[in-house]
């Protein structure tokens, strides 16, 4: 007899899910993370780093340098922030940047820009973190 199941997610392995997210999706998961860092910070940095393109983690790693990196100036600034927004600035088949502006938790607002790259994980089409610029520090707030 042919069992059908009506839970399709069950079917799916949580490595399959991650490389099926958009940039967007990845995007927001990121600056979850970065908005509740000091609650768990090693699952806050896990998900960043699991979200690095191979070419950044060779020049931010291992993981627990790029962990340092995450909590001394002027990264540091995104953590534990208050709001974000943002916009696609640039688009391709292989590049995504987004222009993230945000509020942090020291009330100073900045603008950053976040680059993704497709690559491949294993053996699928996948975004990566290649590039993030330093804070650009306005005024304003968003």
Known sequence: MLQ????????????EE???LTS???LIEIF??????????VVA??????????????????KERFSMMLTSEPYN??????DYSYEIIIEND?????????????????????VFEKTLCEEKSCWRTIGVSQPRYFESGI
């Open 4 to 15: 059908i199941s009506t839970n399709d997610s069950t079917n799916i392995s949580p490595l």
């Open 18 to 20: 991650t490389l099926s």
């Open 24 to 26: 967007e999706e990845i």
């Open 32 to 41: 979850d993370a970065y908005k509740n860092f000091t609650d768990n910070p």
């Open 45 to 62: 940095v896990d998900i960043i780093w699991n979200y690095a393109h191979e070419k950044n983690r060779d020049i931010t790693g291992p």
């Open 77 to 82: 600034s995104i953590i534990d922030l208050k």
């Open 94 to 114: 292989e590049n995504i940047h987004y222009e993230v502006k945000v509020l942090a938790k020291n009330n100073n607002y900045f603008v950053i820009t976040w």
